[in-house]
């Protein structure tokens, strides 16, 4: 069973920062292509960044140039360093590993006050 768990949601001010943490259970972590999603009331669930096990990445064009996610390997963990954070990026926001089946996290909630 491949567990997600994230950490590091909370309220900040606009122009702020967070970083998002997503442990995962997964013994082919490295191989595997992780993701962050987040979803706002009333709004679908929307891809904010995605990296490959080789370590490319790709971005929501909402969050180029003040998002970045990474990955370590070693820990079998991915990041997302939140930067210049806006009140439209208030989501709740989910961690995804995209395997067949893929696995989501519980969520972390990230609140941008203005």
């Known amino acids: 069973q491949v567990q997600l768990v994230e950490s590091g949601g909370g309220l900040v001010q606009a122009g702020g920062s967070l970083r998002l943490s997503c442990a995962a259970s997964?013994?082919?972590?490295?191989?595997?292509?992780m993701g962050w999603y987040r979803q706002a009331p009333g709004k679908q669930r929307d891809m904010v960044a995605t990296i490959t096990g080789g370590g490319r990445t790709d971005y929501a064009d909402s969050v180029k140039g003040r998002f970045t996610i990474s990955r370590d390997n070693a820990k079998n963990t991915v990041y997302l360093q939140m930067n210049n954070l806006k009140p439209e990026d208030t989501a709740v926001y989910y961690c995804?590993?995209?395997?067949?089946?893929?696995?989501w996290g519980q969520g972390t909630q990230v609140t941008v006050s203005s």
């Open positions: 997964l013994n082919i972590f490295r191989l595997t292509a």
């Open positions: 995804h590993a995209l395997l067949k089946p893929d696995y």
